[in-house]
């Protein structure tokens, strides 16, 4: 199979995200007349993306930007004639991503911050505004705002009140793809950070996603005898995770940018073996010696919580439920936001 080539101007063509080949980014005139004319460039095409035009559409490789077809496929007249698969050569994991923050840095960016290495490192490289989100007194408005002032990175916080999270519950639930407590409470972060961004006039929030599954960051990876098929798992839920943030981004035309998920250091990281990911009992050690070098260690070696306990928003949501008569099921009280 192949892509058929363009003959005249398009009837359609449309560009969602951004686009690179082996590290140089491409604006929109330049995919467009790539792909018009020289169509068997696509599969090289690294970023995040969707481009649509007379019958066909492309997207990235991991499936970050929302589309109709498949991750990493491209798509004419409903079938499946290449697949994207960029290959811009093998990295140390430290030049991945600062390559990989890089290229998704730019005026129509910020930075979601909560002070662990994750955010940390891709704010500190970006250098961009970032904005923090929590309940009033939550850990994480506390560590962000401790960890910006120690990369010297302008910072907004946002306070969240209960209310808040109860209106953002009716938004956020119809829009998910699983409902769940852990699910939901995630979700309702990313709907602040989004909700930020969009009024502060930002169409892509960089943010620290996938770092947890690349890299061992969760409890389960101290004690896991095989750590390499675990990651594997992990990582291939990251697809829905994405599916996730991105629609609740898109209530307020704001899209989720993450460079952890780059090509370039998903090669670097699943190189490393699962063995070395936890050292001495301290989870992503990769990462974290790498941060070392651009972020106080203090801030590196910090062991944060998930974003929807620090934030305080699953304790919100939990304590809605009560308020609503669902003492001991949260999941009975999310459901209810479904089927309006």
């Given at each position: 199979?192949?892509?058929?080539?363009?003959?005249?101007?398009?009837?359609?063509?449309?560009?969602?995200g951004?686009?690179?080949?082996?590290?140089?980014?491409?604006?929109?005139?330049?995919?467009?007349?790539?792909?018009?004319?020289?169509?068997?460039?696509?599969?090289?095409?690294?970023?995040?993306?969707?481009?649509?035009?007379?019958?066909?559409?492309a997207?990235?490789?991991?499936?970050?930007?929302?589309?109709?077809?498949?991750?990493?496929?491209?798509?004419?007249?409903?079938?499946?004639?290449?697949?994207?698969?960029?290959?811009?050569?093998?990295?140390?994991?430290?030049?991945?991503i600062?390559?990989?923050?890089?290229?998704?840095t730019?005026?129509?960016?910020?930075?979601?911050?909560?002070?662990?290495?994750?955010?940390?490192?891709?704010?500190?490289?970006?250098?961009?505004?970032?904005?923090?989100?929590?309940?009033?007194?939550?850990?994480?408005?506390?560590?962000?705002r401790?960890?910006?002032?120690?990369?010297?990175?302008?910072?907004?916080?946002?306070?969240?009140?209960?209310?808040?999270?109860?209106?953002?519950?009716?938004?956020?639930?119809?829009?998910?793809?699983?409902?769940?407590p852990?699910?939901?409470?995630?979700?309702?972060?990313?709907y602040?950070?989004?909700?930020?961004?969009?009024?502060?006039?930002?169409h892509?929030?960089?943010?620290?996603?996938?770092?947890?599954?690349?890299?061992?960051?969760y409890?389960?990876?101290?004690?896991?005898?095989?750590?390499?098929?675990?990651?594997?798992?992990?990582?291939?839920?990251?697809?829905?995770?994405?599916?996730?943030?991105?629609?609740?981004?898109?209530?307020?035309?704001?899209?989720?940018?993450?460079?952890?998920?780059?090509?370039?250091?998903?090669?670097?990281?699943?190189?490393?073996?699962?063995?070395?990911?936890?050292?001495?009992g301290?989870?992503?050690?990769?990462?974290?010696e790498v941060?070392?070098?651009?972020?106080?260690?203090?801030?590196?070696m910090?062991?944060?919580?998930?974003?929807?306990?620090?934030?305080?928003?699953?304790?919100a949501?939990?304590?809605?439920?009560?308020?609503?008569?669902?003492?001991?099921a949260?999941?009975?009280?999310?459901?209810?936001?479904?089927?309006?």
């Open positions: 199979m192949h892509i058929p080539k363009q003959e005249g101007d398009f009837t359609v063509f449309h560009i969602r951004w686009a690179e080949i082996e590290g140089i980014r491409l604006n929109n005139m330049e995919i467009e007349g790539l792909v018009s004319g020289k169509p068997q460039e696509i599969p090289r095409l690294g970023g995040e993306f969707l481009i649509t035009w007379d019958g066909c559409c997207r990235d490789r991991y499936g970050i930007m929302p589309g109709d077809c498949e991750p990493g496929t491209v798509n004419c007249n409903g079938e499946v004639v290449c697949y994207i698969r960029p290959d811009p050569g093998d990295m140390d994991l430290e030049s991945a600062v390559t990989a923050v890089a290229l998704r730019d005026e129509d960016c910020a930075c979601a911050l909560s002070g662990g290495v994750d955010s940390s490192l891709v704010a500190a490289l970006a250098g961009r505004p970032c904005v923090a989100i929590g309940m009033v007194g939550s850990h994480d408005l506390r560590q962000a401790r960890a910006a002032d120690l990369l010297g990175v302008p910072c907004d916080y946002e306070l969240i009140s209960t209310r808040d999270v109860e209106e953002a519950l009716g938004e956020v639930v119809p829009k998910i793809p699983v409902i769940n852990v699910e939901v409470s995630i979700a309702v972060c990313q602040f950070v989004s909700r930020w961004a969009g009024r502060h006039g930002y892509r929030v960089l943010a620290g996603q996938g770092a947890d599954e690349l890299f061992g960051g409890a389960r990876y101290q004690e896991e005898k095989d750590p390499d098929s675990l990651r594997e798992r992990d990582v291939a839920s990251l697809g829905l995770q994405a599916e996730r943030d991105q629609s609740v981004a898109a209530l307020h035309n704001v899209c989720f940018s993450l460079p952890y998920l780059d090509v370039r250091v998903v090669r670097a990281a699943m190189a490393i073996p699962g063995s070395s990911l936890v050292r001495s301290v989870r992503k050690y990769p990462l974290r941060a070392g070098r651009h972020i106080p260690l203090e801030i590196a910090y062991d944060k919580k998930a974003m929807q306990y620090g934030s305080g928003i699953w304790k949501i939990r304590e809605l439920a009560r308020q609503n008569g669902y003492k001991k949260v999941q009975d009280y999310i459901n209810q936001f479904g089927w309006r």
